[in-house]
């Protein structure tokens, strides 16, 4: 993907808060989204609704991390900082970092049989496979804190060095973030993340089965999948 110049990068950031908002995959005042320029990246201001963004009030933040310019950045400016930092070396295009509260991504950490797990969710269609990929779990710390960008890093680092790098991680009860070349891709990865979840909430007891490892193998070969 071609970067994005900051004017377009604004734009886009505020249509895909809002097309979220409208959807119901975001609510209130909860989420946020980055976009990384050449120059530093943009961040929507903290405690802002996704749905009703000015692209003027976007905050710009500098390559040493200093704020120059929109109103106060959101509270998660370390923990995009760093996604971008640990995923340079797997996914050198990644340029949004998208984080939402969904609601069944939500309900999901919260349940006490998932709360133990490694991952989010097991392979169970072949696009969550091949759009989204392995969700490590990261165990909850509070909004903001330092400990989980330190561990979202870990995470993408010991993914990527072990040949699955990884796309998307969940904060046990806060919400997913996940990272891609653009808003809209980002977009994308998070949607199918959000009715992977709502799968998995709505299967009856006993859950379904993973895809097979022969499976996820063809879609390896056949699409690419980062499994």
């Known amino acids: 993907m071609t970067s994005l110049t900051e004017s377009r990068a604004r734009e886009e950031i505020c249509r895909v808060g809002r097309s979220l908002f409208e959807r119901g995959y975001v609510h209130?005042?909860?989420?946020?989204?980055?976009?990384?320029?050449?120059?530093?990246?943009?961040?929507?201001?903290?405690?802002?609704?996704l749905g009703?963004?000015?692209?003027?009030?976007?905050?710009?933040?500098?390559?040493?991390?200093?704020?120059?310019s929109g109103e106060r950045a959101s509270k998660t400016l370390a923990l995009h900082s760093r996604i971008y930092k640990a995923a340079a070396p797997f996914d050198p295009m990644t340029r949004?970092?998208?984080?939402?509260?969904?609601?069944?991504?939500?309900?999901?950490?919260?349940?006490?049989?998932?709360?133990?797990?490694?991952?989010?969710?097991?392979a169970i269609t072949p696009y969550f496979v091949m759009k989204v990929g392995h969700v490590p779990l990261i165990p909850y710390h509070r909004p903001g804190a330092v400990a989980a960008a330190d561990a979202v890093a870990e995470a993408i680092e010991q993914y990527g060095t072990s040949g699955r790098p990884i796309r998307a991680v969940m904060l046990q009860r806060l919400g997913p973030n996940v990272w891609q070349d653009s808003p809209a891709s980002a977009m994308a990865v998070l949607e199918e993340l959000e009715e992977t979840a709502k799968l998995w909430l709505g299967?009856?007891?006993?859950?379904?089965?993973?895809?097979?490892?022969?499976?996820?193998?063809?879609?390896?070969?056949?699409?690419h999948a980062r499994w």
């Open 28 to 49: 209130a005042t909860a989420g946020n989204i980055s976009v990384k320029l050449d120059d530093g990246f943009l961040i929507t201001p903290t405690d802002a609704c």
């Open 52 to 68: 009703f963004l000015d692209p003027a009030e976007l905050a710009f933040v500098d390559l040493q991390g200093r704020q120059t």
């Open 96 to 122: 949004c970092v998208l984080h939402t509260h969904s609601t069944h991504c939500v309900a999901l950490s919260l349940q006490e049989a998932v709360a133990s797990h490694e991952e989010l969710l097991p």
């Open 203 to 223: 299967a009856t007891s006993p859950k379904p089965c993973a895809l097979t490892e022969p499976q996820i193998e063809e879609l390896r070969r056949t699409f």
